[in-house]
């Protein structure tokens, strides 16, 4: 069964950082794009960032281009997010996902890590 | 970027309905658009993909229709367990976008 574990998430004031991490499992890792999608508390989904299986090709949505940055370690199949210059409005809970744009949706998901930006 | 409108933003309705969401994007995407389901407190879970086909496992009482600009998500009839806010999301093209999400409610 695939399986996707996000860890690093908590409490940090604004302009801090933080770096968020998905373990994989039950699937050939580096076979595939992986995304973040944040989801802010009550509010909807919004995806964050993409990655190619190998790590060549980045994507990022316009609000954390610049802040974030996404990487994987195919030989850990993990997953990272690292966050800068973190705002409060940053503030989401983040979900690692299976797919991007190859595949072209995203079919696993996990339970997802908190973030808060707060003083 | 593409925005992605859902219609409406909740409902309500019985055990046994007939539903349906509309969504629809600013530009065309052809069939590059996906639903996904969450329920409180849970991740999303992915229905369909490329419009109309349905993931593996997923309830042949969900069915999705649509291209270009309109699309349409149908629950034939709706059980208990199908109480939660769906989301549609085109792939077309950068940046990945959601709709607003619509809530369906028991009545």
Redesign the interface.
């Known amino acids: 069964d695939v399986q996707l574990l996000e860890s690093g998430g908590g409490l940090v004031q604004p302009g801090g950082s933080l770096r968020l991490s998905c373990a994989a499992s039950g699937f050939t890792f580096s076979s595939y794009d992986m995304?973040w999608?944040r989801q802010a508390p009550g509010k909807?989904?919004?995806?964050v960032s993409?990655i190619s299986g190998s790590g060549g090709s980045t994507?990022?949505?316009?609000s954390v281009k610049g802040r974030f940055t996404i990487s994987r370690d195919n030989s850990k199949n993990t997953l990272y997010l690292q966050m800068n210059s973190l705002r409060a409005e940053d503030t989401a809970l983040y979900?690692c996902a299976k797919g991007?744009?190859a595949?072209?949706?995203?079919?696993?998901?996990?339970?997802?890590t908190l973030v808060t930006v707060s003083s | 970027?593409i925005q992605m409108t859902q219609s409406p933003s909740s409902l309500s309705a019985s055990v046994g309905d007939r539903i349906t969401i509309s969504c629809r994007a600013s530009q065309s995407i052809s069939s590059?658009l996906?639903w996904?389901q969450?329920k409180p407190g849970?991740?999303?879970?992915?229905l369909i993909?490329?419009a109309s086909s349905l993931?593996s496992g997923v309830p042949s009482r969900f069915s999705g229709s649509g291209s270009g600009t309109d699309f349409t998500l149908t629950i034939s009839s709706l059980q208990p367990e199908d109480f939660a806010t769906y989301?549609c999301?085109q792939?077309y093209s950068?940046?990945?976008?959601?709709?607003?999400?619509t809530k369906v409610e028991i009545k």
Not at chain 1, 44 to 47: R, Y
Not at chain 1, 103 to 112: A, E, H, R, V
Not at chain 2, 42 to 46: E, G, I, V
């Open positions: 995304s999608v909807g989904l919004e995806w993409a994507y990022y949505a316009d979900y991007g744009y595949p072209l949706y995203f079919d696993y998901w996990g339970q997802g | 970027d590059y996906n996904y969450q849970k991740a999303p879970k992915f993909y490329a993931q989301y999301q792939s950068a940046p990945l976008t959601f709709g607003g999400g």
